[in-house]
């Protein structure tokens, strides 16, 4: 089989990176080889989000540039995938008529057959069929050339919740629930590759498995603890209304389940939390804040707000800078509210002003990061265990200019943390534990979004892989 070139661009959320994993899996299939530039690519595919307005302006905008490579390279095919193809479908081709295929979030797995047919016949093809009451198809379990300490996997996609702002529920369908052999297939497959870290995916991961009867949540956490050689279990997202006792009690006893909880709130305001039909109340979420906090001390936890939703007025933006105060974050990640469309809040009346919009998200921010700060620096002086996650990004970029400066490797702390720190010793061994290590560090600094560390010597982490032995000053 000649081999051929595919460049994959991924815009938005972790679903996404994984998806596009699933692509490049589907693809390679048929002889295509990722590389890392458009211009040397036969085939082009844009993995697309259309959860705010910005996203899918970036999706488009990207796609029009590609209309010069196509002149120069007639041959090259140009797909377009994901949120952005689900929602606007045929009308894609009237807007960029040099695309070849618009697929959408369900189609993945039958992108094979269109390739070829394309390769072979030139023609132009429109897949946004969704098989709501199908199981999900199989998934491939792409492997990397190199190998990654941390990897996604999806367990279940679309979500039935329609929060009155979201895209979600019509883009990627209703929501279904992966096998729990097939997960934990998938999972063996990546530990036995070097992978040390799983972060299960879905839109309310919560509600795993009870539309088709499968096993809870928690279960299936149990189950993937019980995989050997894997090190650490994340997983995303939470909804509130559906984060219960058992899940919340896995916390302080299934060891390999990292201490930290992304549990977006949306508003502190009761009443905005109703039109945004969320379904729970603020009281509610301070009270599984609290139950996850009695149960396990260190827990980080992290959310998302949207600001400007219609109706909210300067009272209900100080209930939600008031619920801030109350959780104190570990982090926050905060949208302006867009519409969208199909999502019923379009219809909403009292549209909050762009300028409000922009003044309420710099409060809330600033407001944040003295939070972010003041916790990141309370542990400056803590030892942490971290998982060794490659070079950072600095590094890389920084690496040609100047190769007398020893090497910066990153990794993340049990809470989520992102902990930098040199790599002092003789270059073979850094590079041995730049990844997929477990390693003791002293937090030295405080920064704005991430710690400073150094290693401790001899290293040796509670779960018995040693740590580094050289690289202490
Ligand atoms: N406008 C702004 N933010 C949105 N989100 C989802 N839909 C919208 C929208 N229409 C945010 C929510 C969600 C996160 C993934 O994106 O906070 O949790
Ligand atoms: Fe969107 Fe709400 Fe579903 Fe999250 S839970 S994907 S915000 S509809």
């Not at 697309?48 to 996203?55: D, L, N, S, V």
Request: overall charge positive.
């Amino acid at each position: 089989m000649i081999a051929k070139r595919i460049y994959i661009n991924t815009i938005g959320c972790q679903m996404n990176v994984y998806d596009s994993e699933q692509i490049a899996g589907h693809l390679a299939l048929l002889g295509y080889q990722q590389t890392a530039s458009p211009e040397t690519a036969d085939l082009i595919i844009v993995n697309t989000c259309t959860i705010r307005e910005k996203a899918e302006q970036k999706a488009y905008s990207f796609l029009g540039r590609l209309a010069r490579l196509k002149r120069k390279k007639s041959n090259l095919i140009i797909g377009i995938g994901g949120c952005v193809a689900q929602q606007d479908g045929e009308r894609i081709l009237g807007r960029l008529p040099f695309v070849d295929i618009v697929f959408g979030t369900q189609a993945i797995h039958r992108l094979p057959i269109w390739i070829r047919q394309i390769e072979e016949k030139r023609c132009q093809v429109v897949d946004i069929k969704m098989d709501d009451d199908a199981r999900a198809p199989e998934s491939i379990v792409g492997l990397h050339s190199e190998t990654q300490s941390s990897r996604f996997v999806t367990i279940m996609r679309g979500c039935d919740n329609y929060c009155a702002y979201c895209v979600v529920p019509f883009v990627r369908g209703r929501e279904t629930s992966r096998q729990p052999d097939s997960i934990i297939k998938e999972i063996r497959t990546l530990v036995a590759n070097g992978v040390k870290e799983v972060t299960l995916l879905g839109q309310n991961v919560n509600s795993y498995g009870k539309k088709e009867g499968l096993c809870s949540f928690a279960e299936l956490l149990v189950r993937i603890n019980g995989i050997e050689r894997l090190m650490r279990i994340r997983f995303t997202t939470s909804h509130p209304k559906d984060l219960n006792d058992d899940l919340i009690g896995l916390f302080n006893h299934l060891k390999k389940l990292c201490h930290y909880i992304h549990l977006p709130v949306q508003s502190g305001s009761n009443k905005i939390l109703k039109l945004m039909n969320r379904n729970y109340t603020r009281e509610l979420y301070l009270d599984k804040v609290s139950k996850l906090r009695d149960t396990c001390s260190d827990i980080a936890v992290t959310s998302d707000i949207i600001v400007g939703f219609p109706g909210e007025t300067d009272a209900d933006f100080e209930a939600t800078l008031d619920l801030i105060k109350a959780v104190h974050y570990d982090g926050l990640f905060a949208f302006k509210y867009s519409d969208r469309p199909r999502a019923p809040a379009v219809d909403y009346p009292d549209k909050v002003s762009e300028s409000q919009k922009n003044e309420r998200l710099q409060i809330l921010l600033a407001m944040q990061d003295a939070i972010t700060r003041a916790k990141n620096q309370a542990l400056v002086g803590s030892i942490q265990e971290i998982l060794t996650d490659g070079f950072s990004k600095k590094e890389i970029s920084a690496k040609s200019a100047n190769a007398s400066q020893p090497a910066q490797a990153t990794g993340r702390t049990f809470t989520n943390k992102i902990v930098n720190f040199y790599l002092d010793g003789d270059a073979e061994n850094s590079g041995d534990i730049a990844t997929g290590k477990l390693l003791n560090v002293r937090i030295e600094k405080a920064l704005a979004h991430s710690l400073w560390g150094k290693p401790l010597v001899g290293a040796t982490t509670a779960k018995g892989v040693k740590g580094v032995e050289s690289y202490a000053a």
